[in-house]
């Protein structure tokens, strides 16, 4: 069972919008920045969104973070047949003195 | 371009030993955090551990505390993961991957491709 929740599958269709969300508590999510991760079937993990809001250098404008609390959401607009893959969020948790992952989000472009 | 290449990977016994190397190139190895993270096969990402940049400061999960050791030797520009006492339940991708300079922990801006480690009788 992960520390950080979400759901394990979310699906939309080509320029729809989806949303993931990410549950988290007040020593993970409630005091640290969120990131989420994707990961493409057979491939490394890439990084998508870091501290709540920021996209690294080539990531499309087209995804987008948010924290609020102990949750966060990842949005996708514009969904796209190629955003089909695997998404995470992950935060520090002063608790644990770790780093905590969510059990991941399976999306599927219908 | 940055990067992080696994080995050490394969197949041991449970109880035994295995020790995972990362090699690192193309950036200041120096600076940076580095992380094991692993994915068990059909599962989730799970940290395993963290070094700081200077190797004074490490993190590890509550499931590999007191079997696994993380290190690293700048001048070789080469992480270590020590995993002793393996379980079954140890069988995964173990990745490296970076820490994202001057954010929290948990910021990963890149990952190697692997090394798998399976622990079988």
């Known amino acids: 069972q992960s520390v950080l929740t979400q759901p394990p599958s979310a699906s939309g269709t080509p320029g729809q919008r989806v949303t993931i969300s990410c549950s988290g508590s007040?020593?993970?999510?409630?005091?640290?920045?969120v990131n989420w991760y994707q990961q493409l079937p057979g491939t490394a993990p890439k990084l998508l969104i870091y501290?709540?809001?920021q996209r690294p250098s080539g990531v499309p404008d087209r995804f987008s973070g948010s924290k609020s609390g102990t949750s966060a959401s990842l949005a996708i607009s514009g969904l796209q047949s190629e955003d089909e893959a695997d998404y995470y969020c992950?935060?520090?948790?002063?608790?644990?003195?770790?780093?905590?992952f969510g059990g991941g989000t399976k999306l599927t472009v219908l | 371009q940055v990067q992080l290449v696994e080995s050490g990977g394969g197949v041991v016994q449970p109880g035994r030993s295995l020790r995972l190397s990362c090699a690192a190139s193309?950036?200041?190895?120096?600076?940076?955090?580095i992380h094991w993270v692993r994915q068990a096969p059909g599962k989730g990402l799970q940290w395993v551990a963290v070094?700081?940049?200077?190797?004074?400061?490490?993190y590890y999960a509550d499931s590999v505390k007191g079997r696994f050791t993380i290190s690293r030797d700048n001048s070789k520009n080469t992480l270590y993961l020590q995993m002793n006492s393996l379980r079954v339940e140890d069988t995964a991708v173990y990745y490296c991957?970076?820490?994202?300079?001057?954010?929290?922990?948990?910021?990963?801006?890149?990952w190697g491709q692997g090394t798998q480690v399976t622990v079988s009788s």
């Open positions: 193309q950036f200041t190895f120096s600076f940076y955090s």
């Open positions: 991957a970076r820490q994202l300079r001057g954010y929290n922990y948990g910021s990963i801006d890149y």
């Open positions: 070094i700081s940049n200077d190797g004074s400061k490490e």
């Open positions: 007040s020593s993970s999510i409630g005091s640290n920045s």
């Open positions: 501290s709540n809001n």
């Open positions: 992950a935060a520090w948790d002063d608790s644990l003195n770790g780093v905590v």
